[in-house]
């Protein structure tokens, strides 16, 4: 499944660094989202972009930048991250927003941060 | 809130037996219903999926049938292999796009 790529697969940063996640999508879908998946809990939900305009944000600390500057490409900027925030962080994609629209995820990236 | 619970794994079978991984699902409405799979060190893959009651996803010799009046999403396969080894998400879709996920299911087939 090439659908939903995302780079890096694995990051080490520490918590001064900058760093940012990328994903792109190539099933020509017009929403994205950004997921973390942590140790020993549910996948959260953390933005949701429709049209490149992000349309929700799970009271997500402000330590996670997003940007999407078009449909296929989405980015998640990380800057004085904390150790807890060491997880798998996956993106998806869905033909459009709504509750019928099944949502294809990337590989992921896993993070650590020291 | 809409909400998923799943079977606590882990679970181990021999190659061959019959899996199933039991989930249940609180939620308002008509949610749509997905198993997604995910492989060690990979994302998340949709598995299969149902949008109303009663009906059955299936993928891979995997079936699920949506049960409205037992709020029931389980997973279940005939004759598990090794290569089936991975960790199982239920989730739901209500009225919104938001997914709601299980906390997961690690399944292990042995040879």
């Known amino acids: 499944e090439t659908g939903v790529t995302q780079t890096p697969r694995h990051l080490v940063m520490g918590m001064t660094n900058k760093k940012s996640l990328k994903c792109e999508q190539h099933l020509g879908h017009n929403a994205m989202y950004w997921y973390k998946q942590s140790a020993k809990k549910p996948l959260e939900l953390m933005f949701v972009y429709s049209l490149e305009e992000r349309v929700e944000n799970n009271s997500v600390p402000s330590r996670f930048s997003p940007e999407c500057p078009n449909s296929s490409h989405l980015f998640l900027h990380l800057h004085t991250l904390q150790p807890e925030d060491s997880a798998l962080y996956l993106c998806?994609?869905?033909?459009?927003?709504?509750?019928?629209?099944?949502?294809?995820f990337g590989p992921g990236t896993r993070l650590l941060v020291l | 809130g809409n909400s998923v619970t799943q079977m606590e794994g882990p679970v181990t079978l021999s190659e061959e037996a019959f899996l199933t991984i039991n989930c249940t699902y609180t939620?308002?409405?008509?949610?749509?219903l997905f198993w997604y799979v995910q492989y060690p060190g990979e994302g998340l893959q949709l598995l299969l999926k149902?949008?109303?009651?009663?009906d059955k996803g299936s993928n891979k010799g995997f079936e699920a049938t949506y049960r409205k009046e037992t709020t029931s999403f389980h997973l279940e396969k005939g004759s598990v292999q090794v290569s089936d080894s991975a960790v199982y998400f239920c989730a739901l879709q209500g009225g919104s796009e938001k997914l709601v996920f299980g906390k997961g299911t690690k399944l292990t087939v042995n040879p």
């Open positions: 149902a949008t109303k009651a009663d």
């Open positions: 998806a994609s869905s033909p459009r927003r709504g509750s019928q629209e099944t949502q294809y």
């Open positions: 939620a308002t409405g008509y949610p749509s």
